[in-house]
């Protein structure tokens, strides 16, 4: 079992030394969550929301992905990086490419993309990308990434993006992975055909486990059963090494965790987490490894 943590409502200049703790105290990775803007004017409904309006503030801050894994990666020796999601088809193709594949190179191989379509018309409509074919583009996007990564003289031919042969340095020192996010059946299916793992939101267990046995279905049904895959998510039930132990018996592979849920931590500096991030890596972390 890997054990992540997240970006998402962290303080913006924490960030690095937060990735630099748990770095330190064995966690596997960091996810960054992907907002471009909160426009005045949102008529998008937000998913799984009574009101159709996001749980945070407008001016809440959600800093660029790659921005912040390149410089997490020069403060860290081992950690991880990836997405809870980033919203590739919102980006141009070739834009997605090079962001990756340098962040690849800084962090000498510690990156996976995880992707998903998100919801938020207005961003599509910003960044002049099409939200309507939104599914279908990243469908055909995960292929051509894959092979814009390869190095050297690469091309892509498909219905929605076409690259003449080029060459886009630096490109990745391996494969990247890449993920799905999504709980949709669509997500579900683009996870299970096209990627090397799925990312999943909150769940308490009995309906993670929901998730994963679908995904192992889906699998199947693609020839992909025995290819090595991930599941990402965080559990709602109280932290504990026998709760993680369970989810990995149901193939979960990673959990995201904020060791300080829960706590009233007085105000201050960063290192008012540092307590948190070693404790539970002592008191869960290392007894579900042991």
Request: charge should be negative; glycine fraction near 8%.
């Amino acid at each position: 079992m890997q054990f992540w943590s997240g970006t998402a409502f962290m303080k913006t200049s924490e960030i690095l030394a937060l990735a630099q703790m748990f770095d330190e105290a064995g966690y596997d990775g960091i996810v960054c969550s992907d907002h471009l803007i909160y426009p005045r004017e949102l008529f998008s409904p937000y998913p799984d929301s009574p009101t159709g309006k996001p749980m945070w503030a407008p001016e809440t801050a959600w800093p660029d992905c790659w921005v912040t894994i390149g410089a997490m990666a020069a403060v860290t020796r081992r950690i991880r990086f990836s997405n809870a999601v980033y919203i590739a088809p919102a980006r141009p193709l070739l834009e997605v490419a090079k962001q990756v594949a340098t962040a690849s190179v800084l962090a000498d191989g510690r990156v996976s993309l995880a992707v998903g379509v998100g919801w938020m018309r207005e961003e599509y409509d910003l960044m002049g990308q099409d939200f309507s074919t939104r599914g279908a583009r990243l469908d055909e996007m995960i292929p051509a990434l894959r092979e814009l990564w390869r190095g050297g003289w690469v091309s892509f031919r498909g219905k929605h993006y076409q690259v003449p042969e080029m060459m886009i340095e630096p490109h990745p020192p391996g494969p990247v992975p890449i993920l799905c996010g999504g709980e949709s059946e669509a997500a579900l299916r683009r996870a299970a055909r096209l990627c090397d793992g799925w990312v999943g939101y909150a769940y308490v267990l009995d309906d993670a486990a929901v998730y994963a046995r679908r995904l192992s279905e889906l699998r199947r049904e693609y020839g992909r059963e025995n290819e090595p895959f991930e599941i990402i998510l965080a559990l709602l039930d109280p932290p504990s090494p026998d709760l993680y132990k369970r989810a990995e018996d149901l193939g979960i592979t990673a959990v995201m965790c904020s060791p300080w849920a829960g706590l009233d931590l007085p105000p201050g500096d960063v290192e008012r987490y540092r307590g948190p991030i070693e404790q539970f890596a002592e008191n869960v972390i290392q007894k579900v490894r042991a």
